[in-house]
Structures are given as structure tokens and as C-alpha cells.
């Protein structure tokens, strides 16, 4: 793909708005109109659909909103779901000197939910990098957080197979591969999700059509490495996961992922919410999202419902 001149395209919610998708993506698996933050001459996408009650979605590396797809259209009926792209993934542009980091990213998904959108109370789900990012605007603002839904990550400093993991990303060999290969998609996210999934070029192109060049893939290269690097960031923001004690928070795990659903992941997350129910996936990998989007609506409605019950 590399070569490749990717065709764009203006599909956006605000017909006014001329701003071009970078690439194409399937309709029938992403059928959502676009929507825009610019901030500082960049653009950030996220979708917006739905009324009600705002469910905000997140994403880690390296998809984007498309790993969501399936959870928007099924709620979105239901309430207001919104699923943004972080800077230089999906449609969003990337920030001149953006150093990729988790910190960096809170800053963008801060401002989108709070000066852009407004955002006043809502849910928010989390997952890979989407759980330190997503948890440390949800516990910097705890007052605005109604619930939370928790699937394969971690919020503290990494240890085990997941620091494995990230020093085994670190090393010149792997940056490489995953810069010249594109290698955390074609690689790392093939192999970790269903065989309909990993099989279906709709799907495959467009979780690899958000990296065509070496530099478009320096975010996917970088995550890794921060899981280890942002270890003072990742300590600070455990002490600060008692500030959703009392919300409702419920626990999705794919447990073929040894890396952030081991037993030992497991019980530190249920240690921190000890009343939040749990739902145990065997045929669920990393992307839970993915694998299994039904598992997140059922925690979802559930949610919606008890705050119904409660208002």
C-alpha cells in the first residue's frame, strides 16, 4: 500500500463541511457520516450518533472508530454514542510535532469531549490504550462519568507479559518491522482476531488504509513502547481509579489475550471495582470490540437501564 494513491472521499454529517476522508472505507461495515474537531489548523474525527444519553467509545492502537462500528449501530437507536479517532489514527489528521504519547492524547480526547462537544455526564469504554487515556479523563472528571465498561487493559505500571510485551515492541527489530511493514495491523492485530474478521478485505483494508507510508505508523510504533515509558503517568493514574469507586463500572474480558486479561489483570481490576459484574469471553482475543460488540451492548443497555431507574 505504500505506493498506493489513496482515493478520498466527503461524507460528512455537516453537508457544508468539505473536509475529505484520507481514505475509503466500506460503507456496509461503517455507514456513519463524519464529524470534525479542528483545533490548531487539525482536524480530529470522531462519530456522533444517536440521542440521549452519551456513551463515548474509545480506541487503542492500532484501530480506530471502525473497531466500534458494531456497538454504534446497535445503540444508537438507544442513546448517543460517540467514537473518536486519536490523532494519526483512523480519519484524524496528525499534529505537527505530535510525540504520540498518552499524555498528548488525553490533551486531544479532553478537548473534544469538554470545549468541543460539551460533554456534561456520560458512559465511557474502554479498552487497550483506550483504558489509560480513557480512564485518566474519567477520573480527572469523575463528576461527569455515569458509568464505565472495561475490557482487555490496564491502568497502572506494567508488569509481566505486558511489560514483556512492550520491551519485545522496543527493540530496533520490531520498530522496523512495524514501521516498514506496517506490522502491528498486518501482524500483530490479523493474528489476534476472529478468522471472519482477519479473512474479510473490507475489514482488513480498513484498519490497514489508516497507515499507507513509514511516518503515517509512527503512532503504532510509539504506543508500545509508552507502556513501559509512561510508567510515572501509568502510577499516578492508579492512584486516581478510586475516584469511580462508586460509579457503575462492568468488566468484559477476551481471554485469549495473555497480555492484559490474565487471571492476574483480572483480579487487580476486580480488587479496584470488587461489586462490578464481570463477563468472561473464551473465544474473545485483544479486540474485544471486535470479536464480540454484543458482549458491550449487554453491558451497555444494562447501565442505560439503571440509570433510568434512578433519574
Do not use: C
Not at 478520498?8 to 473536509?19: A, F, G, L, R, S
Not at 463524519?34 to 480530529?44: A, H, L, Q, T, V
Not at 479532553?110 to 456534561?120: P, R, T
Not at 515492541?169 to 514501521?179: A, D, V, Y
Amino acid at each position: 500500500m505504500e505506493n498506493n494513491i489513496q482515493k478520498q472521499e466527503i461524507y460528512n454529517k455537516d453537508k457544508t463541511n468539505k473536509k475529505q476522508r484520507p481514505f475509503i472505507v466500506d460503507k456496509v461495515e461503517y455507514p456513519f457520516r463524519s464529524n470534525w474537531f479542528e483545533k490548531d489548523g487539525i482536524s480530529m474525527h470522531y462519530i456522533d450518533e444517536g440521542e440521549g444519553i452519551p456513551i463515548v467509545l474509545t480506541h487503542g492502537n492500532p484501530d480506530w472508530s471502525f473497531l466500534n462500528r458494531n456497538i454504534i449501530k446497535q445503540l444508537s437507536g438507544e442513546a448517543r454514542v460517540i467514537a473518536y479517532d486519536l490523532p494519526g489514527f483512523g480519519f484524524s489528521d496528525t499534529p505537527k510535532d505530535f510525540g504520540f504519547t498518552p499524555q498528548e492524547h488525553v490533551t486531544w480526547i479532553s478537548a473534544l469531549l469538554f470545549d468541543h462537544l460539551k460533554l456534561d455526564k456520560f458512559i465511557i469504554v474502554v479498552q487497550d490504550w483506550g483504558g489509560p487515556t480513557g480512564l485518566s479523563v474519567a477520573t480527572s472528571n469523575p463528576d461527569k462519568v455515569l458509568g464505565v465498561v472495561i475490557s482487555n487493559t490496564w491502568a497502572w505500571k506494567a508488569e509481566g507479559k505486558l511489560e514483556g510485551f512492550s520491551m519485545q515492541m522496543s527493540s530496533k527489530e520490531m520498530e522496523n518491522k512495524i514501521l516498514e511493514e506496517n506490522f502491528f495491523v498486518t501482524g500483530i492485530m490479523r493474528g489476534s482476531i476472529n478468522k471472519k474478521s482477519s479473512s474479510n478485505k473490507a475489514i482488513m483494508d480498513a484498519y490497514e488504509m489508516p497507515f499507507p507510508t513509514k511516518e503515517s505508523r509512527k503512532g503504532t510504533a510509539i504506543f508500545p513502547q509508552q507502556i513501559t515509558l509512561a510508567t510515572d503517568w501509568l502510577v499516578d493514574l492508579e492512584r486516581k481509579l478510586n475516584t469511580l469507586q462508586d460509579k457503575q463500572v462492568e468488566f468484559i474480558f477476551g481471554l485469549k489475550d495473555v497480555a492484559v486479561a490474565s487471571q492476574e489483570i483480572q483480579d487487580k481490576w476486580r480488587s479496584i471495582f470488587p461489586n462490578a459484574p464481570v463477563e468472561l469471553l473464551p473465544d474473545a482475543g485483544h479486540f474485544t470490540q471486535e470479536d464480540s460488540p454484543e458482549s458491550f451492548v449487554i453491558s451497555l443497555r444494562r447501565i442505560l437501564k439503571n440509570i433510568e431507574v434512578k433519574e
